[in-house]
């Protein structure tokens, strides 16, 4: 189980799923790796639990001779355990598509996720470019990627669960076809040079659902205005939002034939969190809005907006005290301004504006994207 807030969807569990992992060849003890690729990886999360797991490397190229990767079967074979319907985040401390990762062990985390249509598998890499190609590289051109009878293992699982559904024993488990209905793919953004970086890659990559975490988020990003450079010496600026771009001539429509279907944002925690500014938040939830997309607001992170003035500092989230007083009265309104303090994530809370925001794609949506 996990308590991240956006696999917190209705009728579902949500839960972590890690079943690439790294074991530590001085230790023994068995943790995860991963490097950092941008300013958005600085105070990652992942990195400092390893201590926890006896596996003290940093997530840095240098240290990866420290660690030896594997596929632990054990925990590849969980989500076939999980009988109700749960929202799993994929390598939540690592990166799915981190290069030390073979491609068998991607063919078999798919695998898994083909053999449990009644689970959604969220899966978010900095990687988009490596997971783009692993997602286009169709041996025979029919959509089919992994076959479930090359790993002993997975026919096995895949054997079962067949005959538990129709009560029929096949000779042969028919190859997976990608993209999974139930498998969304997404990239982490931490600014506008990454959002234009990393999303064209990803409105380009094979996926049911195709989404954005900006988090955490350390500048403004439009998504309505994304440079993605020069292609035949014509610049290209695309609205990820509706599927459109302007080029030096004229407005082009369905460029990709996809947009974004979800944006996650949210700021950053820890002893070291970087601020986010209200402004930013404010900003890509009034473009989903105006754009129809779904957005969701995870959190403020360790820094929370408010009012101050010389004698205090007030938070939008934990304004009210639960006899309903309003603690800004206790603020100098003519001398108050608009700021942050680093107040922790719990009082930080998750609210922009006075409200929650937990959108996720619907049903109607996902049909489409598929």
């Known amino acids: ?108 985390v798919l695998a898994v996720a083909a053999l449990c249509p009644q689970h959604t ?52 488990w028919l190859a997976v076809h990608l993209p999974l209905p139930n498998v969304w793919i997404g990239t982490s953004i931490e600014d506008q040079a990454t959002a234009n970086e990393r999303i064209p890659v990803l409105l380009e990559t094979p996926a049911t659902v195709r989404f954005v975490s900006a988090e955490p988020l350390l500048g403004p990003v439009d998504l309505e205005s994304l440079d993605d ?48 500014n209200q402004d930013w938040a404010r900003s890509l939830r009034d473009q989903c809005k105006a754009a129809g997309t779904p957005f969701f607001f995870k959190q403020w992170g360790a820094w929370a907006p408010g009012m101050s ?3 205090g500092f007030v938070s939008h989230s934990g304004r009210y005290t639960s006899d309903g007083t309003d603690l800004l009265d206790r603020l100098d309104l003519a001398k108050a301004y608009e700021t942050t303090a680093k107040v922790g994530k719990k009082r930080a809370g998750r609210l922009l504006d006075g409200r929650e925001h937990n959108e996720w794609p619907t049903n109607n949506q996902l049909r489409v994207a598929s």
């Open 1 to 108: 189980m996990t308590k991240i807030e956006w696999t917190q969807r209705l009728g579902t569990k949500g839960e972590t799923w890690n079943p690439i992992r790294a074991r530590n060849k001085a230790t023994g003890g068995i943790g995860h790796f991963c490097t950092k690729v941008s300013a958005g990886c600085q105070n990652c999360y992942a990195a400092d639990f390893q201590k926890r797991f006896k596996n003290p490397v940093r997530y840095a190229a240098q240290d990866a001779d420290k660690v030896e990767l594997f596929l632990d079967e054990k925990a590849l074979l969980k989500p076939l355990h999980w009988k109700k319907p749960r929202t799993i985040f994929v390598c939540s401390m690592t990166d799915l598509f981190f290069e030390g990762h073979d491609d068998e062990w991607i063919d078999s």
């Open 121 to 172: 598998f969220i899966i978010l890499t900095k990687r988009i470019k490596t997971a783009c190609q692993y997602m286009t590289s169709i041996d025979n051109g029919n959509g089919e990627r992994i076959d479930l009878s090359r790993d002993p293992m997975i026919e096995g699982a895949a054997q079962r669960i067949y005959h538990d559904r129709t009560g029929e024993d096949p000779s042969v």
């Open 229 to 276: 450079g020069y292609h035949d010496a014509v610049r290209l600026i695309i609205d990820c939002l509706t599927d459109t771009a302007l080029d030096a001539y004229d407005s082009i429509g369905g460029i990709f034939g996809a947009k974004l279907d979800w944006v996650i944002c949210g700021g950053e925690s820890g002893h070291n969190a970087r601020p986010m």
């Open 309 to 311: 003035d010389d004698t």
